[in-house]
């Protein structure tokens, strides 16, 4: 249960940080990742601002053998950069700069009334179903290009 | 579009950043938001418990009605047509899944431990965006 409240209370803080940075407004996300034109730079503001307290925690993690809720750290160990990571990179790099929602706005955004959002947000449900569901070969393959 | 306060923005990002760092050091979770809605939807049958995920997923609307209503008055602007907003969504939701995470799981928690591929994935992500809005801006001009 209080790992529940957690989860509710993080998101709650992040559902803020990125509707007071404006990352809610696909036209601020357009604005800046249009490198070639009038480039807005809030978003290295904002992605800036993000890694300073995470970073924090990571270098504060070292120095704790377990959570203060929980039984075990779940920090992904894998270093391998693999195919999927990096199609999946550009795939959803795409999509991203298609529309100018990323998950995380996508879903804060859902309470700020408009209705592409929804739309966005189903699709992008789809999209996840869909990769659930797909068995492509040169997708399944879990061989490493990069092992570091 | 009014520029935004760098401030405002920066203090957004330090928002996101504590609950990151928060969920990291309560419950040992990565602050993932794909990850944390395809469980959270049943999509994904490992991670979190559901409930922890749900728990979070509801909690971003909550925290953006929370600074519409006390703190400013955000704009929602979508310029692109209904096909495009279905094909984006498709792209974002097939790609994060395969490539495990998006701009929070790899971009603010990734990148913050130094993660090879965080780096990789978030390099290859925001080239992908330049790339496309510069395709679709100077390019094609849409």
């Known amino acids: ?148 | 579009m009014e520029p935004l306060d760098p401030f405002v923005a920066l203090a957004g990002g330090l928002l996101i950043g504590t609950a990151a760092a928060l969920l990291l050091l309560l419950s040992g979770r990565i602050a993932g938001v794909s990850g944390m809605l395809a469980r959270a939807t049943g999509i994904a049958d490992s991670g979190p418990r559901r409930s922890h995920a749900l728990a979070f997923v509801l909690g971003l609307p909550i925290g953006a009605v929370l600074i519409a209503g006390f703190v400013r008055a955000p704009d929602v602007i979508v310029t692109s047509s209904i096909p495009l907003i279905i094909a984006g969504g498709l792209l974002v939701g097939f790609g994060t899944r395969l490539g495990n995470g998006c701009t929070s799981g790899h971009g603010v928690c990734g990148m913050a431990r130094l993660s090879p591929r965080s780096i990789a994935a978030t390099a290859t992500f925001m080239a992908a965006g330049f790339l496309l809005v510069g395709v679709m801006r100077h390019v094609i001009g849409a």
């Open chain 1, 1 to 148: 249960m209080r790992n529940v409240l957690a989860a509710l209370l993080t998101g709650v803080i992040f559902g803020a940080g990125l509707t007071l940075s404006d990352m809610t407004n696909p036209a601020r996300v357009i604005a800046f990742l249009d490198l070639f034109g009038a480039w807005d730079p809030t978003l290295a503001f904002v992605m800036g601002g993000a890694l300073v307290p995470s970073a924090l925690a990571y270098v504060v993690t070292r120095r704790m053998r377990r959570p203060l809720l929980h039984t075990a750290f779940h920090i992904p160990e894998n270093r391998t950069l693999d195919r999927q990571l990096l199609i999946g990179g550009a795939i959803f790099g795409l999509g991203w700069g298609l529309v100018g929602y990323c998950p995380g706005p996508a879903l804060a955004g859902l309470a700020l009334g408009a209705w592409q959002t929804w739309l966005f947000a189903g699709a992008m449900l789809a999209g996840m179903w869909l990769h659930s569901v797909t068995d492509l070969p040169i997708l399944r393959s879990r061989s490493g290009l990069v092992r570091s």
